[in-house]
C-alpha cells in the first residue's frame, strides 16, 4: 500500500511532511523524546490506515512511484536532453557561422552575411577599409553580386576580423 500524500509531502519550506517532522525527532538525544515520536508515527501511520511495513515500502520504492511514473518521468528526461542538445548544437554553429539561414553548397556563408558582418565589426580594421565594407554592405539591400575580385578582399577582411568561413 502506498502512503497518503498528506503524510510525505512537505508542508513548506520551513516544515517538512507530517511523517518527516516525526521522524527527526527520532534523533533527540533524550530517549524518552525518541521512543514517544516512534509512538506518535505508529498512531500517524494508524490514523491513515497505515504499517511500519507500508513505511519501508515506500522508502524502498522511491517514494511511492509506480514503475509507469517511473517510465513517464525517465521518458521526459530524455525528451527534454534531446531538446536541449538540439538547442546547444544549434546555438554552437549559429555562433561559429551566424546566424543567417543561407549557406553556400559548400557549407560557408552567403557573401551578404560575410559583409554584413565585416560592417558590424568594422571598428576593429583601419579606416582605409570602411568604404569599402560599406559598400559590400549596401549591395546585399538591391542583391547585387560583387566581383571575384571585390570577394576575395571581403573574404579577406572577414578573416581579419575573426570570421571562420567552414
Not at 500500500?1 to 512537505?10: D, G, Q, S
Not at 525527532?25 to 533524550?30: G, R, V
Not at 513517464?72 to 555562433?95: C, F, T, W
Amino acid at each position: 500500500m502506498m502512503l497518503p500524500r498528506e503524510l510525505t509531502t512537505r508542508e513548506n519550506e520551513h516544515h517538512g511532511s507530517e511523517l518527516g517532522d516525526i521522524i527527526r525527532q527520532l534523533m533527540s538525544d533524550n530517549q524518552g523524546h525518541a521512543v514517544a515520536a516512534l509512538c506518535a508515527m505508529a498512531r500517524k501511520l494508524e490514523k491513515y490506515g497505515c504499517t511500519f511495513l507500508d513505511l519501508a515500502d515506500h522508502i524502498e520504492n522511491g517514494g511511492g512511484l509506480s514503475d509507469d511514473d517511473k517510465r513517464k518521468i525517465r521518458s521526459e528526461i530524455e525528451k527534454a536532453r534531446a531538446i536541449g542538445y538540439a538547442e546547444g548544437v544549434e546555438a554552437a554553429e549559429a555562433r561559429q557561422h551566424g546566424t543567417g539561414a543561407f549557406r553556400n553548397a559548400d557549407g560557408t556563408p552567403e557573401w551578404t552575411e560575410v559583409a554584413l558582418y565585416c560592417q558590424r565589426q568594422k571598428h576593429q580594421l583601419p579606416a582605409k577599409h570602411h568604404e569599402f565594407i560599406d559598400d559590400m554592405a549596401s549591395r546585399t539591400v538591391w542583391g547585387r553580386e560583387p566581383t571575384p575580385r571585390q570577394h576575395q578582399y571581403l573574404n579577406s577582411l572577414f578573416y581579419k576580423l575573426g570570421g571562420k568561413i567552414t
